[in-house]
């Protein structure tokens, strides 16, 4: 058997396609140009702090990427809201919650390795059962299954709701499993790290660095997404049309 | 909706006498579990009777991934769904039955897992309330949760493997609530699980409502 397979649409021929293939490189531009600037910001120009000295460098890009993800989730959420009422249902919710998740949940992951090489040093150890860190973890899994569930083979519909519920049900979790955990926490021993003992005072070059970093990482994340979900609306497009092909195909057997 | 829900639950439960798969297999399991956990953790009591209470729920949570299988498995066999879809009863009445004819065959083997850790790891079973409180209060919410999540895993091909990853991570809260309720019964203060027992509770009745709501559309699709 023949696949044939019809052109994706291309919207790019058209003038709204255009723009959105322009706004997403210049999006793509600024995010490469704001991350390189905060590295150099953060490696070369602001300076040690004292008492963290060199490591106080992570704190440039580990805020920033935990951010993305909660970002991420969150957008991730609205989105099967969005294609659960039934006002609103639309494929393109379901695309727009799936891309990004993924790209939460690479930031999730990110956030957590991070997070790790921030540990060893200060704390001794690269885990600490701390209620932030082990939720971030619990959040990490909890999405890798949603995005497995999105993989799964089946009527693109039926996989698009299950999908959307089981977003909105892990969503729901999030805060419950961040409660749970931190007074469970609260009811062990004392915490044996010292967060007090050492303030950190992010000012001046460190601040801006920080707020950089910041917007390029949003930057980064809409970049991302919109390429992601570029992907997943040619990816819906292929499968229509190499439906349709097959439909043309038994149709030109019985003719 | 409870009238359904009393129907399905009768049916599940009748399915569970004749066939006996959760008692013949489910229960042994969790029973080998218990065995292995003693096993890898040495056979000092003085560690075991300690972790007792993690190590039962842990016991309890890997069984309720089998027993939620079981569930939609009864389901799948012979285009049972399409009927249950057909019969014309309110899908938020499957739901709770459903869940209520898991969390009946999981409190069953919450007794047998009970006498096996004071067996085996010598817990010393004390605060009898708060022990069965937080069997009530977890069980309504690993069924609630499980049903929910065995719906929407159902008719795909890869649903053995699917559902554990997304059942386990989250009842994180109810694995940490029932073992710290249970670990200030078993010693022997249990008046300060007050406030897990809460968060049981919350989980249940929250996880029970999103599911009321949501298996309409679920199990339309499946």
Redesign the interface.
């Known amino acids: 058997m023949t696949t044939v397979l019809a052109p994706a649409p291309v919207r790019s021929g058209t003038r709204s396609g255009r723009w959105r293939v322009v706004a997403v490189r210049v999006v793509g531009a600024a995010a490469l140009a704001g991350v390189v600037l905060t590295v150099w910001l953060g490696l070369w120009v602001t300076p040690q702090a004292v008492g963290f000295g060199n490591l106080v460098r992570l704190l440039y890009i580990h805020p920033p990427m935990a951010w993305v993800a909660f970002l991420a989730y969150g957008v991730a959420s609205l989105a099967s809201l969005l294609y659960?009422w039934p006002r609103t249902r639309h494929r393109r919710y379901d695309r727009l919650a799936g891309a990004s998740a993924e790209v939460g949940v690479v930031f999730t992951g990110l956030t957590l390795v991070s997070g790790s090489i921030w540990g060893r040093p200060t704390w001794g150890t690269y885990w600490v059962w701390d209620p932030l860190l082990t939720s971030t973890a619990?959040l990490f899994?909890?999405y890798?299954?949603?995005l497995?569930?999105r993989r799964?083979?089946?009527?693109p519909?039926?996989v698009a709701?299950?999908a959307a519920?089981?977003a909105?049900?892990?969503f729901?979790?999030v805060p419950?499993?961040y409660?749970?955990?931190s007074?469970?926490r609260s009811?062990h021993q004392p915490p044996t790290i010292d967060f007090t003992g050492r303030h950190l005072y992010v000012h001046g070059s460190m601040a801006w660095t920080l707020l950089l970093g910041f917007v390029s990482f949003t930057l980064c994340y809409v970049w991302l997404m919109a390429h992601r979900y570029r992907l997943a609306a040619l990816r819906d497009a292929e499968a229509d049309a190499g439906l349709s092909a097959a439909i043309e195909e038994r149709r030109a057997e019985a003719g | 909706m409870l009238h359904d829900a009393a129907l399905v639950c009768g049916k599940d439960l009748r399915i569970e006498l004749r066939s006996r798969v959760a008692l013949n297999q489910v229960v042994p399991f969790a029973v080998a579990v218990l065995v292995l956990f003693g096993l890898a953790l040495g056979p000092d009591r003085a560690v075991l009777a300690p972790a007792a209470a993690g190590l039962f729920w842990v016991a309890v949570l890997l069984s309720a991934v089998l027993a939620v299988q079981r569930s939609f498995a009864v389901e799948s066999a012979d285009d049972a769904r399409d009927g249950l879809r057909l019969s014309g009863l309110d899908p938020a009445g499957i739901f709770l039955g459903k869940a209520a004819a898991v969390g009946a065959e999981l409190l069953v083997l919450e007794g047998v897992l009970t006498i096996g850790v004071a067996l085996l790891y010598g817990a010393r079973l004390q605060g009898g309330l708060v022990l069965a409180g937080a069997c009530l209060a977890a069980t309504a919410g690993l069924a609630g949760?499980g049903i929910?999540?065995g719906a929407?895993?159902t008719?795909?091909?890869?649903k053995e493997t699917?559902l554990p990853?997304?059942l386990?991570?989250?009842v994180?809260?109810v694995l940490?609530?029932a073992t710290?309720a249970w670990d200030e019964a078993l010693a022997g203060t249990p008046s300060r699980a007050g406030?897990w027992l809460l968060?049981l509770a919350?989980?249940a009745v929250?996880?029970l409502a999103?599911g009321t709501v949501?298996f309409g559309?679920?199990l339309e699709?499946?």
């Open positions: 659960l619990i899994v909890l890798l299954g949603y497995a569930l799964v083979p089946g009527d519909e039926v709701r299950r519920v089981a909105l049900v892990a729901v979790d419950i499993v409660f749970s955990v007074w469970w009811l | 949760v929910l999540y929407m895993s008719g795909l091909r890869v699917l990853l997304l386990v991570p989250l994180t809260p940490l609530g710290k406030g968060l919350v989980f929250l996880y999103i949501a559309p679920l699709d499946a």
